[in-house]
Structure formats: C-alpha cells, structure tokens
C-alpha cells in the first residue's frame, strides 16, 4: 500500500499515522477539544486594531481570533467594537499566537451561476435578512452546500455571540479533513469505530486490525516526534527546541571515533538532513526554522548539504521554502503553517522551560494501558496508581472518558493517587 492510516481508537482520543510506503510521515491527535481550522462562528468585535489592520473577535474560549482587514466582507468595510460578525478559522491558535479568521464565505460554498462577490456578501451578519434559500443553483452539491451555508446564517440570526454555529465534527470526520491527497486502505485497532469510519472516508478500504498485528510501533513514533534530541545512525544528535520566534534545530557530531572532523562533520549534517525533513512532517512544524549544522568549510560541503535537505523535503506536500545559509552559519527554511504541531497538543511547559506531557496526555496513556490489560484479562477489576496531578485531571476534565472506560470495561476503576509518582509515571494492577 503506498498510503497507509491507522488509526488507534481510544475513549475521547483517536491517535493516527498515515504512512507512505510503510513509513510514518505524519501524525494526528483528536480529542475534539481545540478549535481546529473550517470551523464556524458567530463572534463579536471586542478590539479595532488599526495599526495592525486588523480587528479581535470574541469567538469564546480563552483568546479572540485576529481578522486581518483583507479578510472582511464586504471589501473596505469599517468594523466597529461590538459589532456582530460571522468567521471561519483558516488558521488554528498555535505557538501563543491567535487564531486567524475570515469573513469569506468557504470557496466550496461559491454558487454556480453567482460572483464570488455577491456569495461572501452574505457572510456578514446584517445581511442575514435578505438571503433566500430560492438562491440555491440547480447542480445537487452546491445546491446542498450552499443551503448550508444558508442555515448557518440563518442560526446565527437567533443567537447572541460567542456561538459556535457548524456542527461538531466526528473524530473520524476531523481526521479526514486534516489528511491531504487520497488514500489506498484505513486500519482500525476497534471493530465499532469501523462504520463511523467508513461514513467518513467513502470508498477507502477500511479493517480492523488489533495495533499488535500492526507493522508500526505507534506509541514508538509519537514518543520520537515528541523527543527533544534524536541520535542519528551515523553518529551524531539532532536537537530541537521551539521558540516564539520559530523551530530552533541543531546538529551536533558527538564525538568521532576516527576520520577527520570536516568529513565527520560533512557526514552527520547529510544524515541530519534526512531526519529533519522527516521530522518537519511528523511534528507538524511550520513558520520559521533554523537549522545550525556543524560548521562546514567550503562551498561545496555546504552545497551538498543544501540539495540532500532539498531532495529529503521535495515529497513534503506543505512545500517548505528553503532560503540558504545565513551570514552566521545557518540554514533558513520557511514551511508553511497548518494546524498546531504535534507538541502543543501533548506537552506544556513545565517551570524552568523543559516540556512534559500534559495531564490529560498521560490520563490517555494510562487509559490506553489498561484497556490493553483489561482485554487480556477480562473481567478482573483495577486499580490505577498516578500522580497526583493526573489524578486530579481524571476526577476533572476526564471524569467523562474515566466513566465511558468504566462502562466499557462493565467494572469500576479505582484511581489513587501517589505523591512520589512523578507526572508520566503510573502503574495498573488487579485488585
């Protein structure tokens, strides 16, 4: 199979890696609790931000979303505080920054027969009133996306924002709307996710397959995207370390055992390239990045560095922009931003800097764990050991999963928190 999704199904978290002639290139994390890009709302104006061009919405949550001037409809329109407004996010809150929205009306909404003009005219409140659906064109899909987006507008008449008006996607549906380019077959770890799966991804091959018979270690993958420094098998370490300024990575030869240092040096910077490239897809990195490689002299080490990063990225379908070496030594490279990586939806910062998996990352760890042992030992009754922060995170925000596990496994889990546990350690045993 040349593109390969397996998907691991678990209680409020579907984890999945799509591979590419049986490699894993990227990864995905679905718990429905981040405002992803395509969704809906209806918010409210709460600042005018003229010398930046642009406008915060009040969408609900903790930050509002930033609206560039270009992305108003209709053009050159003044927004006011407290004004209404419908917006669609084109781009998640990611690296501190704010969620970006528009105006316009989705392109797959566009009428057959209609200016692009007249259909994102309907996109603002204060024209919900003269819409009709007898505007819909005759073709079955646009009349049935159009009349969509019709409802949304109309929704948004009766209520008050922040409101969220598209409906809640599936977890399965998210998945099929990060995934880019088709795929040859779709392999579930949990026979009941398969229909919801299939209605999903129409016309993809999808099984069941227990994740043991699977050729891919999953929870070996996500610990390697989510690892702050890799060894290469050539000798050597790849560092990683995101900033507010963008994705610092650094090349570092270890200590050669024999060879001179330019060639070890030569070597490693051609071994990192692969790896970088690679890792760029598998954590979703985007925005700025600087790769410090081993310092090379001459411009033809440092020409064979830069067309091995080129080839090792050429399959990357975000198209990363590579820039050249800076005046210092490094290698720029832009890659386009989509969705949050793979880091801010596990870990967080911990006092000091250094990233950990957050609570409810490892609550899904733990719950993962004991569904395996609940299946090999069915009907026995268990006691999970976490830290006391976990544990406050299960009695919390995952007190719904704790419960759905609790009625899938037809047993109470008794959860006790132990306060020389640090926060990834746990321990599952009968009792």
Not at 44 to 69: E, S, T, W
Not at 201 to 214: L, S
Request: proline share 6%.
């Amino acid at each position: 199979m040349d593109r390969q999704l397996l998907i691991s199904v678990g209680l409020g978290e579907w984890r999945a890696a799509l591979l590419e002639h049986g490699v894993p290139v990227e990864l995905y994390v679905e718990r429905g609790d981040h405002g992803s890009a395509g969704r809906i709302y209806l918010g409210r104006v709460v600042r005018v931000l003229p010398a930046l061009g642009a406008a915060l919405v009040d969408i609900g949550g903790n930050r509002p979303a930033f609206l560039p001037n270009r992305e108003v409809v209709p053009r050159g329109k003044q927004l006011h505080e407290g004004e209404r407004v419908i917006v669609q996010i084109h781009r998640e809150a990611q690296g501190g920054k704010a969620a970006r929205a528009t105006m316009k009306a989705p392109p797959t909404l566009t009428l057959r027969g209609s200016s692009r003009s007249e259909v994102e005219a309907a996109s603002p409140v204060s024209h919900i009133a003269g819409e009709s659906s007898d505007d819909c064109a005759a073709d079955a899909e646009a009349e049935s996306l159009a009349c969509s987006w019709r409802e949304i507008l109309d929704q948004a008449s009766q209520l008050d924002p922040p409101a969220r008006l598209d409906p809640e996607a599936s977890f399965a549906v998210s998945l099929r709307r990060s995934l880019r380019g088709a795929l040859d077959e779709i392999l579930a770890d949990d026979p009941a996710a398969v229909p919801e799966i299939r209605a999903a991804f129409p016309g993809i091959a999808t099984a069941h397959r227990p994740e043991t018979e699977w050729q891919t270690d999953l929870g070996t993958v996500f610990d390697e995207a989510l690892a702050g420094t890799l060894t290469l098998a050539d000798r050597g370490f790849v560092h990683f370390e995101a900033s507010r300024a963008g994705m610092l990575i650094d090349v570092d030869t270890g200590t050669p055992e024999a060879g001179s240092p330019g060639r070890a040096g030569l070597t490693a910077n051609l071994a990192a390239s692969r790896t970088i490239a690679r890792q760029l897809r598998l954590r979703n990195l985007g925005g700025g990045i600087i790769i410090d490689f081993v310092g090379l002299e001459g411009r033809s080490s440092r020409e064979r560095v830069r067309a091995a990063l080129a080839e090792a990225v050429a399959s990357d379908p975000a198209g990363a922009q590579l820039l050249g070496w800076t005046r210092l030594g490094h290698f720029e490279l832009v890659r386009p931003r989509r969705g949050r990586p793979l880091a801010e939806a596990l870990l967080e910062p911990r006092p000091g800097g250094a990233l950990v998996k957050t609570t409810v990352t490892v609550s899904h760890e733990a719950l993962r764990a004991l569904r395996r042992a609940a299946r090999a030992q069915p009907g026995r009754q268990w006691r999970l050991i976490v830290a006391p922060d976990v544990a406050a995170a299960l009695a919390g925000p995952m007190a719904d999963v704790v419960r759905q596990a609790e009625e899938r496994f037809a047993r109470s889990i008794a959860i006790e928190a132990d306060p020389g546990y640090d926060r990834e350690r746990f321990q599952i045993s009968p009792r």
